[in-house]
């Protein structure tokens, strides 16, 4: 045989089988493309008992490289099974919405579905997909099995394993459909990865798994939300969130005012605390993600928070805001918070926390400085069931005040009381005149020539109409030095003849004194509508104070 006819039949067989080839590409795909559709159809549609339908644009095979692409995908509600259903009260917890420009699937083998009715593929990608949840209120109906809607039920007796899901860059909103209690967030940015899932008659019922995946992640990164009439930013650097461990990871969460103190005042027009708080990291264990989307409730077993740093600043010089703050107290604002929730137990350590007030006389700030905060915070709840177990929502933490004095406070809350019933224990020992006058001078226009602190002891209980308690306070050398201000510059000056006889006739320079014994003294004090729990607090702790330090 010549080698032209040689090249010629080999050409020829290429030919051949490329044709063969292209053929069965054809086939295969024009048998596939039009299952795959149906196959999604039958699952959403039986899957939610007609209440969901899946629309794509376009749906392409490759046999050879494994590869099936669906543009222009919708998940979409049936508007007429959505309303009979609503009539009836038989929607779920929560519906969702979704968008994918679309969803590709990679390393698909082929054979395996054709031959072994077996969908096996390395990985699902969905890409510029937008995710809407909405919830909608009623009588809980905790999700139950049903074997008839389980998704192998719907698909066998196919079974389905794919390597791996990725969803990138996602774009995620929520409602929980509560005007009463509006809840509504969105998050441009959100990641989730599912792997190893397989759908087959082992993993029906497979506790281990969530949504057949071995591991289900969901991670977000820079979120950033205004919050509070827009006046602060609520950002959150990333999270993650593990279902099979149920653990969430929050790194560089803050909420800042978006404008300066001097354009934050002037929009507000009025007194109120201007806040700001950063938190580096944040662990949450025993974390139900579906809980709370589903049911509107955040349970968490554990949380810790590292080095939360809380700033907050009061600026007495602008006219009050006029509005009670009655039912405001830390226990009422939790009952009326939008979601169920329970958090037994939250740690804290390396945090620190300063209050700073521009005085309406001195036109000064005065900073109270808390550093080296830690302590644990138990029973965080305002549901009913937990409440009836454990009424008492409890805060204990310790820490350094200016600069170097230890400090302590355990504060209880009573949640079954609607008038805010509390109780306060409160300690600090060890603060010498320097410290302390750095806060005089600006808010009380006073200077401490002299005074070691002891230690100060407080009991106090009360609700929103008032507090009482017990202080007890043993210091030495009282010494103060009352102050005026200029009439033009502002700046503060000496009144020496008033200190001089507020020392020698009003003030008693020791508790205990000499052979006389420990003076101590019940405070009382009648809640100002305006204000708020911490100014009831400190207007107590003042009565107590004042009833021992001065002579008349």
């Not at 149906?38 to 549609?45: D, E, G, K, T």
């Not at 006029?322 to 137990?345: A, E």
């Not at 830690?374 to 933490?397: E, F, H, K, M, S």
């Not at 005149?433 to 009380?444: C, I």
Request: hydrophobic residues 40%; aromatic residues 8%.
């Amino acid at each position: 045989m010549t080698t032209g006819k040689r090249l010629y039949i080999t050409l020829s067989v290429l030919v051949f089988v490329a044709v063969l080839a292209l053929l069965f590409q054809w086939g295969v795909r024009g048998y596939l493309q039009p299952r795959i559709g149906a196959l999604l159809q039958q699952i959403i549609v039986r899957g939610s008992d007609s209440l969901y339908r899946f629309d794509q644009a376009s749906c392409t095979v490759d046999v050879w490289t494994g590869t099936v692409a669906l543009g222009e995908c919708r998940l979409s509600l049936d508007s007429a099974r959505y309303e009979a259903r609503r009539v009836s009260g038989a929607l779920p917890p929560l519906t969702v919405e979704m968008r994918f420009k679309e969803i590709r699937v990679t390393g698909l083998k082929v054979w395996t579905w054709l031959l072994h009715k077996r969908v096996d593929c390395g990985r699902l990608t969905l890409v510029g997909a937008e995710v809407s949840l909405y919830r909608h209120p009623g009588p809980v109906r905790r999700a139950t099995p049903n074997p008839t809607n389980d998704l192998y039920a719907l698909i066998r007796p196919l079974s389905v394993r794919v390597g791996e899901v990725l969803l990138g860059d996602v774009r995620v909103s929520y409602d929980n459909g509560d005007s009463a209690r509006p809840f509504r967030w969105a998050f441009e940015r959100c990641d989730l990865r599912l792997r190893d899932i397989l759908v087959d008659s082992t993993t029906v019922s497979d506790s281990t798994r969530i949504a057949y995946a071995r591991v289900f992640t969901v991670g977000m990164k820079k979120v950033s939300l205004l919050v509070g009439k827009q006046l602060y930013r609520l950002t959150l650097g990333a999270l993650v969130y593990d279902f099979e461990d149920r653990e969430a990871k929050l790194s560089d969460f803050s909420l800042r005012p978006v404008l300066d103190a001097a354009a934050f005042y002037k929009k507000v027009g009025h007194q109120e605390d201007r806040y700001a708080v950063r938190i580096g990291e944040t662990r949450l264990a025993g974390l139900n993600i579906s809980e709370l989307l589903q049911y509107n409730s955040l349970h968490v077993d554990s949380a810790w928070l590292d080095g939360p740093e809380v700033d907050i600043f009061h600026d007495r010089t602008l006219p009050p805001s006029g509005r009670s703050k009655l039912g405001n107290f830390p226990s009422q604002l939790l009952l009326r918070v939008p979601l169920d929730i329970l958090v037994r137990s939250i740690r804290t350590e390396g945090g620190r926390i300063r209050y700073g007030e521009k005085d309406a006389r001195t036109k000064e700030v005065g900073t109270l400085a808390f550093d080296e905060v830690r302590g644990r915070v138990t029973n965080v709840t305002n549901v009913a069931d937990a409440i009836r177990a454990d009424p008492w929502w409890q805060i204990d933490l310790r820490g350094v005040f200016l600069g170097h004095s230890p400090i302590t406070g355990l504060f209880k809350f009573d949640m079954r009381n609607p008038s805010g019933r509390f109780s306060v224990d409160a300690s600090l020992q060890s603060l010498d005149a320097p410290a302390l006058d750095s806060v005089m001078r600006p808010l009380a226009k006073a200077s401490m020539r002299s005074f070691h602190l002891d230690r100060l002891d407080a009991h106090i209980t009360g609700d929103e109409g008032g507090a009482k308690g017990d202080v007890r306070l043993r210091y030495d050398h009282l010494r103060v030095e009352l102050l005026k201000t200029g009439p033009d510059s502002g700046s503060l000056s000496k009144k020496p003849l008033l200190s001089f006889l507020v020392n020698r006739i009003a003030v008693r320079e020791d508790n205990p004194s000499g052979t006389k014994p420990e003076r101590t003294a019940p405070a009382v004090s009648t809640r100002d509508p305006q204000k708020s729990f911490f100014n009831l607090i400190w207007k107590t702790l003042y009565d107590g104070v004042r009833k021992i330090v001065l002579k008349v």
